[in-house]
């Protein structure tokens, strides 16, 4: 049994980092859906993949983008050899697997890459409803919490049986793990309750301790760059 | 059983995040200020389990544990797996935000559906026949989240259904396994922590 977690955080350009966070995901949303949108058509493509191009120049993401390509490639060799006609399913698997990297660039660049912190603003500044965006914020940290808990139980149960074969065996551990865990969850979300209830000073429950965002300010540029991508979906959907 | 941007229509996005809206708004309804923290540490706990890959063979094969994680939330299934997958998009990159609302669906929906089938059924009765119920649970729920990602990718385009019964066949093995840890952490809990599922 391995644990694997490798984060591959993106790099946030330059050239992005200049604009507000709610204007990349917003922009990042407009551009997703109007490639997402196109038909099966290699035309549309071709003007779709402008702005990842670009983005690629100025932002590279090429080792993201070689682990999301083997998925798409397994995907393409799947539609050509169960599609009814080989040459359909090949151009239908080719367009699939350009979409997948438009998108994905698209997404990496603008979201990916502006990190947590930032993104967090983004959700709270957009409104996001306030239970889910500290479900969000809990669960990520509950993750770095949690990691090195599952790290030593991992390594604990390789130090005392390492060659373990049978499946039921391992199987069995695993959910040993996986129930300790959360039972040791459950014991550190009372504390994070208690120490929640504590700032709000012991009355009522309430979630004032995350609204403490980053401060985003909206500019002209932002306003800009919302105009662009909705001039450009436009054009890539109905010219 | 993540579907990868690109390949679903946008009919099937729409209901996709529309069906999901649905289940999360219930599930943000459901869940007390209180029991947030819970939920988030339950959640991350399921993510990370997730991430254990198992030798199988000459292959390895990570759980997607969607029976137990619908068992022990509830309702509350639905933004824990947003959560999750909101996560996993940002920092592993598997799946996409795009895909995401036919992604949460594909997971949460099974694990609902076992919290709504089997969790009275599994409180109720003794270890033995709790176990069997958390088999059939944790293996139903795998088969429904095949069967779903199955009819999304069919729904997109109908040249997809070979693939879906492709996805659907693959899933069978890891069914079975899925069976087999939700039956023996259920177990586990019910001798160990009870109110756990109380």
């Not at chain 2, 639905?78 to 997971?107: C, R």
Request: with cysteine; glycine share 6%; charged share 15%.
């Amino acid at each position: 049994m391995n644990l694997e977690f490798n984060l591959s955080l993106a790099q946030d350009a330059k050239i992005l980092k200049i604009f507000d966070a709610r204007a990349r995901v917003i922009c990042a949303l407009i551009l997703a859906i109007s490639i997402s949108r196109l038909d099966f058509n290699l035309n549309n493509l071709i003007y779709a993949a402008i702005v990842p191009l670009i983005l690629l120049i100025f932002a590279p993401v090429p080792k993201i983008l070689a682990h999301l390509n083997l998925a798409g490639i397994f995907m393409l060799a799947l539609m050509t050899l169960s599609f009814k006609d080989f040459n359909s399913g090949f151009i239908a698997g080719v367009i699939m697997l350009l979409k997948l990297n438009f998108i994905s660039i698209i997404f990496l660049d603008f979201i990916a890459a502006m990190g947590i912190k930032k993104f967090y603003a983004a959700l709270y500044y957009l409104k996001l409803n306030n239970k889910l965006r500290v479900l969000i914020i809990l669960t990520l940290r509950g993750i770095f919490i949690l990691i090195n808990r599952f790290i030593c139980a991992l390594r604990a149960a390789k130090l005392r049986a390492n060659n373990i074969n049978s499946l039921k065996l391992r199987l069995k551990i695993f959910a040993c793990i996986l129930g300790m865990s959360l039972i040791k969850s459950a014991a550190r979300a009372d504390k994070i309750n208690t120490a929640m209830l504590l700032r709000s000073g012991g009355e009522k429950f309430n979630l004032q301790g995350f609204n403490q965002a980053e401060i985003l300010t909206w500019r002209t540029c932002d306003s800009l760059l919302i105009l662009a991508a909705l001039i450009y979906a436009l054009i890539l959907n109905y010219a | 059983m993540h579907i990868s941007e690109g390949v679903l229509s946008t009919q099937v996005l729409i209901a996709g995040w529309a069906a999901s809206g649905v289940g999360v708004y219930i599930g943000l309804k459901k869940l007390e200020p209180d029991k947030i923290a819970r939920t988030a540490l339950v959640a991350s706990a399921f993510f990370l389990a997730s991430l254990i890959h198992f030798k199988l063979g000459p292959s390895s094969a990570h759980l997607t544990l969607i029976a137990p994680a619908g068992l022990l939330l509830g309702w509350q299934v639905f933004p824990a797996v947003l959560a999750a997958l909101f996560l996993q998009a940002i920092l592993f990159n598997f799946g996409g935000f795009l895909v995401l609302g036919a992604n949460l669906f594909i997971m949460a929906a099974p694990g609902l559906a076992a919290y709504l089938i089997f969790k009275k059924l599994i409180i109720n009765n003794e270890n033995k026949f709790a176990v069997v119920y958390a088999f059939i649970a944790g293996a139903l729920a795998v088969l429904l989240a095949a069967l779903l990602a199955g009819a999304a990718l069919a729904m997109s385009n109908h040249e997809f259904i070979n693939i879906a019964k492709i996805l659907f066949a693959a899933n069978l093995p890891l069914a079975l396994i899925e069976g087999i840890i939700t039956a023996l952490l259920i177990s586990w809990l019910k001798r160990a922590a009870p109110e756990f599922l109380a």
